[in-house]
């Protein structure tokens, strides 16, 4: 019973960070039809210009506050990270907007790969120490289970982001706009909205959560390194062809479920396999799922808003 | 008189057809002027290129006294012109309102930072924009529907819902792309006394038509297209009697159109 509770905070965690990456997945691909791959790579961006600035605040200012460093350090990372991410639409994704589609997607993966190249140039190879600024030690226990003041802190911003998000989509003038664009760019655009200045939008959105997604990834293992955008990025992408890519309520059920699938297979995978294998092989999970999303119910969960282009 | 539009010269050739040849026309404002002419005449066409859809192959639009923006379709919106499709094309996933709320985007300006913080600006901006969007649904008679999913909407009420949005646009131009096709006598009589509303207020009303019965009552002027030449532009009851136009739609020896 405590492991189960325990596997469940952890799981929740985790996909909740899942969630805010799959969501810019998720965004891009129902503006765009397009798969950003490098979008993985803009949490470990994130989360490397976020170690920058602490180190740095750390050396001019040694006595600030955890949490005023913290918001710093996430205010220099999520600009950098949504300028990336509109520099990206721009110079690459745009001219590629009428090309057949494995253009784009291979396009993606170069970026992908051109990201990690420049931040292994700029931050070298070697892992990096993220400052915990949030306590990752547990808590009381509560009922025997163990939660720490960063999972609170997770929880409570990536819902605190979502909430927002949704909002900003269902409730405001440039929602309505991404929801027309998304359904028919032309539609939308002879009814005068600009759809570039949208689609520009939507990748900058997505960054700026793949930026917090970074932090509170670093924040939670305590590492970051050029390389650690890949994993979160295939698992979101996983959360979002789960819960149902191009939609936003799928993205957070998907990340979420994920979160909680892999974290109750790590807690039981040593049952499940009589010993066999233990849990450094979590990540299986996940591509277990994402085969049998693909295999059974390719729209998946949710199901994908299917839009006419014209 | 005043001009409101002036077509130059316009050209447009798709490979080796060539749709548009050389049409030049002059719509004056408050006037509803009709464009007619045989299936694949150009005038779909010519829609789309003045609403910047399509890039011309020659000449230019004035409107309003200044060239319009080409292949640009938010920046001709913006000066003023909106169109409805000839086979609908709502926002199909979002309600009634939301649509029409859409296309009052153009004449709106909150931007992210005003919806993050919620800034009054913001605020009153869209509870503004809501105000109108009602206004409009409640102008073409679907007020009731306004958070109907627009494709759960009847076909009437559909044509209906894209004269809304477009007039959410604030045009002084509005361009109708065939908006009786597939409706019943009723449903047509009910667009007549709105299009006839739509002009009395002040919206110079271009419109492609079939329904010649329409089209002869209601406008003012007509031009007609034919293979992509303008063939004849006067009042509709001279046009009714050119030979040109007989000819075009009944492949001469008839006397007269409808």
């Known amino acids: ?310 | 008189m005043i001009t409101l539009l002036e077509a130059r010269g316009i050209g447009k050739r798709f490979g080796g057809l060539t749709a548009l040849d050389d049409v030049s026309l002059t719509i004056n404002k408050g006037e509803v002027y009709g464009l007619i002419g045989p299936n694949g005449a150009g005038k779909t066409t010519l829609f789309n290129v003045l609403t910047g859809a399509y890039m011309p192959d020659g000449g230019e639009f004035v409107f309003n006294g200044s060239q319009l923006p080409t292949g640009k379709p938010h920046k001709v919106v913006g000066r003023g012109i909106a169109r409805t499709f000839q086979n609908i094309r709502l926002f199909r996933e979002l309600t009634a309102l939301e649509n029409v709320m859409a296309g009052h985007h153009i004449r709106t300006r909150a931007g992210i930072w005003g919806i993050l913080t919620q800034s009054r600006f913001t605020r009153e901006e869209e509870r503004l924009t809501t105000e109108r969007a009602y206004e409009l649904l409640d102008y073409v008679g679907i007020a009731h529907l306004a958070e109907a999913v627009s494709k759960n909407l009847s076909y009437g009420d559909q044509r209906r819902l894209e004269i809304a949005r477009a007039l959410a646009t604030e045009p002084h131009l509005l361009a109708l792309d065939e908006p009786a096709a597939g409706m019943n006598a009723t449903e047509t009589a009910q667009l007549r006394r709105l299009i006839d509303q739509i002009r009395h207020d002040g919206v110079t009303v271009l419109l492609i038509e079939h329904d010649v019965k329409l089209v002869m009552g209601l406008c003012d002027r007509v031009a007609v297209l034919d293979f992509g030449r303008k063939i004849a532009e006067d009042v509709p009851s001279v046009v009714q009697r050119d030979p040109k136009v007989i000819e075009a739609y009944l492949g001469g020896g008839h006397k007269h159109v409808a």
């Not at chain 1, 190249?117 to 990752?136: C, D, E, V």
């Open chain 1, 1 to 310: 019973m405590e492991t189960l509770l325990q596997q469940l905070i952890n799981g929740l965690t985790i996909g909740s960070v899942y969630a805010l990456v799959a969501l810019g997945y998720t965004m891009v691909y129902g503006i765009l039809g397009l798969i950003n791959f490098a979008h993985g790579d803009l949490v470990m961006v994130g989360a490397l210009s976020a170690l920058q600035t602490m180190m740095f605040l750390m050396g001019v200012a040694p006595g600030m506050s955890p949490i005023a460093m913290l918001t710093l350090a996430l205010l220099v990372a999520m600009p950098v990270c949504m300028m990336l991410g509109f520099t990206m639409e721009r110079l690459a994704y745009r001219r590629l907007r009428n090309a057949p589609r494995l253009a784009p997607l291979i396009t993606a993966i170069g970026m992908s790969f051109l990201l990690q190249t420049i931040a292994m140039i700029l931050w070298g190879r070697s892992y990096h120490t993220f400052p915990q600024l949030i306590s990752t030690t547990p808590l009381q226990p509560i009922a025997g289970v163990f939660i720490t003041p960063v999972q609170i802190a997770i929880l409570i911003t990536s819902a605190l982001i979502m909430v927002a998000l949704i909002l900003l989509v269902t409730r405001t003038r440039v929602g309505r706009a991404m929801r027309a664009t998304a359904e028919n760019h032309k539609v939308a655009s002879l009814m005068g909205v600009d759809t570039n200045a949208v689609i520009a939008m939507t990748f900058v959105v997505g960054a700026a959560l793949a930026a917090v997604a970074g932090v509170m990834f670093a924040s939670n293992y305590g590492i970051a390194h050029y390389g650690m955008g890949f994993m979160p990025g295939l698992k979101a992408f996983t959360a979002a062809v789960l819960g149902g890519i191009g939609n936003l309520g799928g993205a957070m059920l998907g990340g979420i479920t994920l979160g909680l699938v892999e974290s109750f297979g790590a807690g039981y995978i040593e049952d499940l396999s009589f010993g066999f294998l233990n849990s450094s092989y979590q990540d299986i999970f996940a591509f277990i799922i994402l085969g049998l999303v693909l295999i059974f119910r390719p729209t998946g969960l949710l199901g994908e808003r299917v839009s006419d282009r014209a």
